[in-house]
């Protein structure tokens, strides 16, 4: 079963720092672009990140210079390093396959992002 | 950059057809991907490259993208249709992913 388990979301205070996970299964991940994907209490998808097979990657404008993506193919996870963080930040984080001629065909469940004093 | 409009919500009687549209500058020249998110749940792919529907999708599920706007189009609409849709886009000028700001559809 194609499977993405994020993991490392917590409750963290206003300029503080934070890495989340992304374990992938039944997929040959290498092969694959990979992203994350937030969204705030309430409201709409916001795209945060995406690295391409060949570790190409790109930031939303909210997050460049503050936010790495990285990947580990020889254990099949997906990273983001998350630092400067805002109240704004506070969102689900989602990992989520697809990308280059792919769509965004398999999401994670989400773990949850909570940047508060 | 690139900006992708969706109306706030859209109602629709069950049995009937809901459309839902995105519009874009020259968005008929992207390839368009749909998503439906229901309350609590990651979304779900429903059509990608404007009209193609991944397995397991229903075949009420459709898309057409022309000029400046796409749709996203369910038929024989059922209650379990309701969800959160959102479009989306690869910006080529700006190599980003963009979405819409998402539709909500009530099934009346």
């Known amino acids: 079963e194609v499977q993405l388990v994020e993991s490392g979301g917590v409750l963290v205070k206003p300029g503080g720092s934070l890495r989340l996970s992304c374990a992938a299964s039944?997929?040959?991940?290498?092969?694959?672009?990979m992203n994350w994907v937030r969204q705030a209490p309430g409201k709409g998808l916001e795209w945060v990140s995406s690295i391409s097979s060949s570790s190409y990657i790109y930031y939303a404008d909210s997050v460049t210079g503050r936010f790495t993506i990285s990947r580990d193919s020889a254990r099949d996870s997906l990273y983001l390093k998350m630092n400067s963080l805002r109240a704004e930040d506070t969102a689900v984080y989602y990992c989520v396959r697809g990308g280059g001629n792919i769509p965004m065909d398999v999401w994670g469940q989400g773990t949850t992002v909570t940047v508060s004093s | 950059s690139y900006v992708l409009t969706q109306p706030p919500s859209v109602s629709v009687a069950p049995g009937k057809t809901a459309r839902i549209t995105c519009g874009g500058y020259n968005i008929g020249s992207k390839s368009v991907h749909w998503y439906q998110q229901k309350p609590g749940q990651a979304p779900v792919l429903v059509i990608y490259?404007?009209?193609d529907r991944p397995s397991g999708i229903p075949e009420r599920f459709s898309g057409s993208n022309s000029g400046n706007t796409a749709t996203l189009i369910i038929s024989r609409v059922e209650a379990g249709d309701e969800a959160d849709y959102y479009c989306?886009?690869?910006?080529?000028?700006?190599?980003?992913?963009?979405f819409g700001g998402g539709t909500r559809l009530t099934v009346l």
């Open positions: 039944g997929f040959t991940f290498s092969t694959y672009h």
């Open positions: 989306q886009v690869w910006d080529s000028s700006s190599d980003h992913w963009v």
């Open positions: 490259d404007g009209d």
